[in-house]
């Protein structure tokens, strides 16, 4: 029995799980006229209903109490202050100092990490600021329009995304394209939309060994060349964001042109980095630093509010709730808002890279779920797809549905639909419709009883399916920062009542390690019996198909 199972906070939540079950939220609704008032909570600009839970007053309560018993404030607090708790790395994990702007020192191995800090984000500044003003030039004398951003994973998620969700705040100046994947027909379109005369190349690789971005930069240094350019050409069109200035200084990157990030910055925690260089350069160097200053506003309210009235903590604890006694699989993030489609895979990094472990900080098998699947897309795309699940499937998939109330340069019929199917949803996802609804429905149809009553069976929507609705008055660099910082502390409150390392990733590692060893099979220069006969099977079949004609 784990310490957590064995914790009595942890079996009164038990307790109150099983008497909840019974409850439906129709019924809630029905006896308190104030619960959709009670069960709300603002910050930072953020807007948060959490009323269509299956939670009372006891279970509420519960968690809460859940939460104190395994120290949360006191691992936070130790977060903030820079403690190594990466513990199978042995690192601080501090992206809350990229967006530190208060005027406290953050200490890492005794020594005041702020001022490197501040002189890189004084360094994208001035980078932006050179781009957009046309001061730096290609090799050829013109000003930069076009950029390429090349990263993976977290080097490429939080750049790419926040610069989608912010696109009404993008610049003219410079035009950012994103390549991730190893696949060639990526890095090929883009190369060939760009003339490499007026295109800076943004490479990032927080380890600068990640396969994929070092093939992509390859293949655009090589480009470069073909298109005219020369080795000399390379400081004015390509520069690196990276930890190991060693190996980009090696690649042949100038020094001058490497923007440098840190060990106690995880990846999928980067974007507040120089890892975020092209979001500056897409959208400014202010919409960047907005983003920063709503992070540091969700900081300041994680790590100040009372946990009853704490938006991350709620929200990390209502997913306990489901993953751990409703037996959730998964989470769904629903953004009413097309520019905000990517924020379900941005997500699905920070969450399940962190999370997706079943191992305690002691190094114990885990006897409880973690991390769940993440998923989701735009509403209202998903309604005509996979609602149809969540409505009437077996199982609990707690939802998360946001909406901005105000859209830019929007016709105001449109944006109303898109409130009213986001409300409409999670009003029917709470209610739903009853078998003698159903059976009502279908008088008069000329059904025999039996009939009507089958009919009526498959009609039914059980409702009592839970969700949370968050509103902000418009998706603002401020307001995307502060609901991206609500995740990733949602995610750490999480990794606490877990007992898990939140920071580390070792499940990447093989998969990398063998697809190199494959490389060098489908190379021919790996022996056959290296791998199992399934892999040799599918080497062949590759080989096959791409020998030499
Ligand atoms: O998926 C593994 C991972 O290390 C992520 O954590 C990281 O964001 C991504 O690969 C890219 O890593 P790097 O920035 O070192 O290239």
Not at 47 to 59: M, P, Q, T
Not at 126 to 133: K, L, M, P
Not at 295 to 306: G, L, N, V
Not at 323 to 337: G, W
Request: with cysteine; net charge negative.
């Amino acid at each position: 029995m784990s310490t957590l199972t064995s914790l009595p906070e942890w079996k009164k939540l038990s307790e109150i799980a099983s008497s909840v079950k019974g409850a439906h939220m129709r019924d809630w609704f029905a006896q308190d006229a104030s619960r959709a008032n009670k069960m709300q909570l603002e910050a930072c600009g953020i807007f948060l209903d959490y009323s269509k839970n299956r939670v009372n007053d006891e279970a509420l309560k519960g968690l809460f109490d859940l939460a104190r018993a395994c120290k949360l404030e006191t691992l936070r607090d130790a977060m903030f202050s820079g403690e190594q708790i990466n513990s199978t790395e042995g690192r601080a994990v501090l992206h809350t100092a990229l967006r530190n702007f208060s005027d406290r020192k953050v200490l890492v191995d005794g020594e005041d990490v702020m001022p490197e800090v501040h002189a890189t984000l004084a360094k994208i500044e001035a980078f932006t600021a050179s781009i957009h003003s046309g001061e730096h030039k290609g090799y050829t004398g013109k000003p930069i329009k076009q950029i390429v951003a090349i990263g993976i994973g977290g080097s490429f998620l939080g750049p790419k995304i926040m610069t989608e969700a912010l696109k009404p705040h993008t610049v003219d100046a410079v035009k950012v394209h994103f390549v991730a994947n190893v696949d060639g027909c990526h890095i090929h379109d883009v190369l060939s939309s760009i003339d490499f005369e007026e295109t800076l190349v943004v490479m990032s690789s927080k380890s600068f060994s990640t396969q994929e971005t070092l093939q992509n930069t390859i293949t655009a240094k090589e480009w470069f060349l073909k298109s005219g350019g020369t080795q000399e050409d390379i400081a004015k069109h390509f520069v690196a964001v990276s930890s190991n200035v060693k190996a980009a200084t090696e690649f042949g990157i100038s020094a001058d042109n490497i923007f440098p990030m840190w060990d106690w910055v995880g990846g999928r925690y980067s974007l507040w980095s120089a890892i975020g260089l092209p979001i500056a350069l897409a959208l400014g160097f202010e919409n960047f630093k907005g983003l920063l200053e709503g992070a540091f506003e969700m900081d300041t309210h994680f790590t100040t509010a009372p946990l009853e009235e704490n938006m991350p903590v709620l929200l990390g604890l209502l997913g306990i709730w489901y993953r751990n006694f409703f037996d959730a699989q998964s989470h769904v993030l629903l953004p009413y808002y097309h520019y905000l489609r990517g924020l379900p895979a941005y997500v699905q990094q920070l969450d399940m890279e962190s999370n997706g472990k079943e191992v305690t900080q002691e190094g114990e098998n885990v006897d409880y779920p973690t991390g769940p699947i993440i998923w989701g897309s735009e509403g209202t795309n998903g309604q005509h797809s996979f609602h149809q699940l969540i409505h009437q499937g077996s199982g609990v998939i707690p939802a998360d549905f946001m909406l901005p109330l105000n859209v830019p340069n929007q016709d105001n019929t449109h944006h109303a639909m898109l409130a009213s199917n986001c409300f409409g949803q999670t009003q029917a996802l709470m209610q739903g419709k009853t078998f003698e609804e159903c059976y009502a429905d279908l008088d008069g149809k000329g059904l025999d009883d039996a009939e009507r009553k089958r009919l009526a069976a498959h009609k039914t929507m059980p409702g009592n399916k839970p969700s949370n609705t968050f509103l902000f008055d418009s998706l603002t660099p401020k307001t995307l920062g502060a609901l991206v910082a609500m995740y990733e502390h949602k995610v750490f409150v999480q990794g606490v009542i877990w007992n898990l390392n939140s920071f580390d990733q070792w499940g990447v590692e093989l998969g990398k390690v063998l697809g190199n060893q494959v490389l060098a099979g489908i190379q021919g220069e790996a022996e056959k019996d290296n791998f199992d006969a399934s892999t040799q099977q599918l080497i062949a079949k590759f080989r096959a198909a791409n020998a030499p004609k």
